[in-house]
């Protein structure tokens, strides 16, 4: 094909797919929905300490408020898929959103620390369902055309919330009380469920949806359980050999589930979907980018608070360059995923990750603000890049039937995986503070150290993004070549004077 011809063709080629008014319509609503459930898996923490004098209760007791909200969403998260075919993915994000509105007023009402825990249990299931079943509903609206960009945009609340929330927090604290913890979700979760109910396409209901897999839910379900609070478990100090054993026989669960899945004929998730080379590459790709990304996010905040003695909203305040920097490179991720594919955006993101970590394992008890400010941005961009494109990649290798099945098993991943990176990020910093005392210059170094970890893991998870890449490209040659435009008789008189091209537009 001559340059001229070629032209033409990319003259005639359709622009990328807008978002429609329907489209803008349900971003809104499931948007909002996840700005709920992850502020609230980052605004709590903060309150531990101030949770634990108000209730009269230990810390370790206290603990459980965090503890029951994240055991409660893995426990929900594998049968999500199977609820939503059954009464109906609009139905479901509209009941748990308005559930989770009512558990966040309950538990900003609660009198101990008994109906606090169990009120957040009420929030943790709700919200595990706000998730994935809003990512069914988002994928199947947006179509393979424009899913880089939808995803980029569900992701923004994922980036923002461990940035927004220690501040957030902080201020209601300092401000407020710690109610306001809780109720200051009431309001946004009011809108989100009018939000969800307005604007959600509506969805058939109950009959795909076949019987409930019990046996399977029980393996997954106490499975789930058990690997994410084993590894919270571990790192926590003292807390290794009892962290093993919950990681190991929730493993172990996990695996049964997996060796059934593939012997019944309805089994609760279809894991046959790794089979799809795609699908199982983007899935590696994302639970790897998961620990090293998001559970490297814990160390500096801590950082801040034990070496530099800065308070919740300060740190709040001087970790929001990450924010911001990730917040920018997920915006434009969906763009460049358009134009790079996700394997390749994955890999640039990841290697940007890795250079704008070694300042960090060289972090010292007095480094300049700015510095780490300016470290921040990259590491972020890094995390803007990575974080959604190996998603986009593994709903896009299946057809729009698997979405149910895909949704919940790529969010188990992905949390499994943040829990995995922050289980070793926190055993490594715990062990080297555990002989820095309290001098500034030793706890740095302990920082630098867990750092360090975070580099290498952050390195190791570049590779899977290698793979995502060269799967698809193998997958875009096995496709047929499109059968080249034909010309109007126009074109085809200008393409053959020497130096004149077509004009875009023309036809």
């Known amino acids: 094909m001559t340059r001229i011809h070629a032209e033409a063709v990319a003259a005639a080629m359709p622009p990328p797919a807008r978002f429609s008014p329907e489209l803008r319509r349900v971003i809104a609503a499931l948007v909002l929905g996840g700005v709920l459930v992850m502020l609230d898996s980052t605004i709590v ?36 898929g199977w609820l939503a075919r059954r009464a109906g993915a609009r139905r479901l994000v509209v009941a748990a959103t308005a559930t989770f509105t009512v558990a966040s007023l309950l538990c900003g009402l609660a009198q101990d620390p008994a109906q606090l825990i169990a009120f957040r249990v009420l929030q943790g299931l709700a919200g595990g369902l706000m998730m994935p079943v809003g990512q069914i509903i988002l994928v199947r609206a947006a179509g393979p055309d424009r899913l880089p960009r939808v995803m980029a945009v569900l992701g923004l609340p994922m980036i923002m919330a461990p940035v927004v929330g220690p501040t957030l927090g902080g201020l209601l604290l300092e401000h407020a009380s710690w109610e306001w913890i809780f109720l200051v979700n009431v309001p946004v979760g009011i809108v989100a469920t009018w939000l969800a109910w307005r604007m959600l396409p509506s969805d058939g209901a109950g009959e795909k949806a076949g019987p409930l897999d019990v046996p399977g839910l029980a393996l997954a379900a106490a499975g789930t359980v058990g690997l994410t609070y084993g590894l919270a478990e571990a790192g926590e100090p003292g807390g290794a050999l009892a962290g093993a054993v919950w990681a190991g026989g929730g493993a172990v669960l996990l695996a049964l589930f997996v060796l059934r899945s593939l012997r019944v004929r309805r089994p609760l998730l279809d894991v046959r979907l790794f089979r799809n080379a795609g699908f199982a590459a983007a899935s590696l790709a994302s639970f790897t980018l998961s620990a090293a990304m998001f559970g490297g996010m814990i160390l500096l905040p801590l950082y801040f608070q034990t070496v530099r003695h800065e308070d919740a909203v300060a740190t709040g305040l001087l970790v929001a360059p990450q924010g911001l920097g990730a917040a920018a490179a997920m915006w434009a991720s969906g763009r460049i995923t358009e134009r790079l594919g996700a394997g390749l955006t994955s890999l640039l993101g990841g290697l940007v990750a890795v250079v704008t970590t070694v300042p960090y394992v060289l972090v010292t008890e007095d480094v300049s603000y700015p510095l780490l400010a300016l470290a921040m941005v990259g590491r972020g961009i890094g995390i803007g890049l990575s974080a959604m494109p190996p998603m986009t990649a593994a709903f896009q290798a299946l057809s729009p039937a698997q979405i149910a099945d895909a949704s919940p098993q790529l969010t188990v991943l992905q949390r499994v995986g943040a829990s995995v990176g922050t289980a070793i990020f926190a055993v490594a910093l715990q062990q080297g503070l555990d002989g820095a005392g309290t001098a500034p210059a030793r706890q740095a170094d302990a920082f630098g150290g867990a750092f360090g970890w975070v580099l290498a893991v952050t390195a190791v998870a570049v590779l899977p993004a290698v793979v995502l890449m060269v799967t698809e490209r193998r997958r875009r040659a096995a496709q047929p070549e499109p059968e080249p435009l034909a010309l109007s008789p126009d074109q085809s008189d200008r393409a053959d004077q020497p130096g004149q091209g077509v004009p875009r537009g023309s036809s």
């Open 45 to 80: 923490n903060i309150a531990l300490h101030t949770l634990s004098a108000e209730l009269d209760t230990t810390l370790a007791g206290v603990q459980w408020v965090v503890t029951a909200y994240t055991l409660a969403m893995g426990l929900v998260i594998p049968v999500s």
